[in-house]
Nanobody, 124 residues
Framework: QVQLVESGGGLVQAGGSLRLSCAAS????????MGWFRQAPGKEREFLVA????????NYLDSVKGRFTISRDNAKNTVYLQMNSLKPEDTAVYYC?????????????????WGQGTQVTVSS
């Protein structure tokens, strides 16, 4: 059974940092790309960044470049999202997900597996 389990969310003041983790299990993900999305209340799920397990190629949403950094630890089957200089508008539920490498990485509807999400709240 495939599982993606996020952790690391919480409440932080504006300007602070958080590191989210996504532990993947249940299958081999070498031919997948891992993505991070977020969804704020009343808004659509938004792509943030993706990384390939093999090679570590990354793709970022322009608006988070320089503040958010994705990384992976292949030995632990875990993907991380380091978020710095957080703003109140970053408040959302953050999800990790997996998509086959040949599919578009920024389309939520194409992703095959999803985690349950972790809440990030940034206070002003």
């Amino acid at each position: 059974q495939v599982q993606l389990v996020e952790s690391g969310g919480g409440l932080v003041q504006a300007g602070g940092s958080l590191r989210l983790s996504c532990a993947a299990s249940g299958r081999t993900f070498s031919d997948y790309r891992m993505g991070w999305f977020r969804q704020a209340p009343g808004k659509e799920r938004e792509f943030l960044v993706a990384i390939t397990w093999s090679g570590g190629k990354t793709n970022y949403l322009d608006s988070v470049k320089g503040r958010f950094t994705i990384s992976r630890d292949n030995a632990k089957n875990t993907v991380y999202l380091q978020m710095n200089s957080l703003k109140p508008e970053d408040t959302a539920v953050y999800y990790c997900a997996a998509v086959r490498y040949y599919k578009a990485y920024n389309q939520a509807r194409l992703y095959d597996y999803w985690g349950q999400g972790t809440q990030v709240t940034v206070s002003s």
